[in-house]
């Protein structure tokens, strides 16, 4: 049983650079989520897509660009990263749009730009 | 805006001690609340979920209470074990459903 799968676990860019990074579910949830953790803060929400084909911006979108590809595929793109976003990125989902049930999370990409 | 506020940010314990995490949030208005753990380099684990209406919710030797009321939830630890070591985080889910997190509370247990 995999959960929330992330790809990959690590990573360093130089600024500029651009990548995207992967999470899966098979749970078949509705919901999926992206994430970042920096030191001394809660988690703070990126993107979020409440079912398959719909996106929306959470609390810190600037910078990235999101993918809801299917329904089990949700993906984060930095296009052209800057050291502010050195940071732990993580992938969740839940059940439901509204997300009355738990969240499953992923292990977490850390990524430094340098 | 909810802000959701985890004291103390360390806490070290000797073993078998029962001990208390708390988490206070500013708006009352909440669908839910969730206390994770996070291993390091790891993800989140959901360890126990209280929904607006219930006032606590146990699971083995976690308890978790919540007092909407107040803005306050508190995650019990019964006898604890250095397996135990980690960082508890709660977050709430606004009137937004979105979830609001606490920057968490680092746990060691000493054997």
């Known amino acids: 049983n995999a959960g929330v799968t992330q790809t990959p676990k690590f990573q360093v860019l130089k600024t500029g650079q651009s990548m995207t990074l992967q999470c899966a579910q098979d749970?078949?949830?509705?919901?999926m989520y992206w994430y970042r953790q920096d030191p001394g803060m809660g988690l703070r929400l990126i993107y979020y897509s409440a079912s398959e084909g719909t996106t929306d911006k959470g609390e810190v979108p600037n910078g990235y660009n999101v993918s809801r590809l299917n329904k089990r595929e949700f993906s984060l793109r930095l296009e052209s990263a800057a050291p502010s976003q050195t940071s732990v990125y993580f992938c969740?989902?839940?059940?439901?749009?509204?997300?009355?049930?738990?969240?499953?999370f992923g292990q977490g990409t850390r990524l430094t730009v340098v | 805006k909810q802000e959701v506020t985890q004291i103390p940010a360390a806490l070290s314990v000797p073993e078998g001690e029962n001990l208390v995490l708390n988490c206070s949030f500013t708006?009352?208005?909440?669908?839910?609340l969730q206390w994770f753990r996070q291993d390091p380099g790891k993800g989140l684990t959901s360890l126990l979920l209280?929904?607006?209406s219930q006032r606590e919710q146990t699971s083995g030797r976690l308890n978790a209470s919540l007092d909407k009321s107040s803005g306050r939830s508190t995650l019990y630890i019964a006898a604890s074990q250095p397996g135990d070591s980690a960082t508890y985080l709660c977050a709430v889910m606004d009137s937004n459903y979105q979830l609001i997190w606490g920057a968490g509370t680092k746990l060691i247990i000493k054997p």
């Open positions: 209280i929904q607006s």
């Open positions: 708006d009352s208005a909440i669908y839910n």
């Open positions: 969740a989902s839940s059940a439901w749009d509204r997300a009355i049930t738990e969240a499953f």
């Open positions: 749970m078949n949830h509705n919901s």
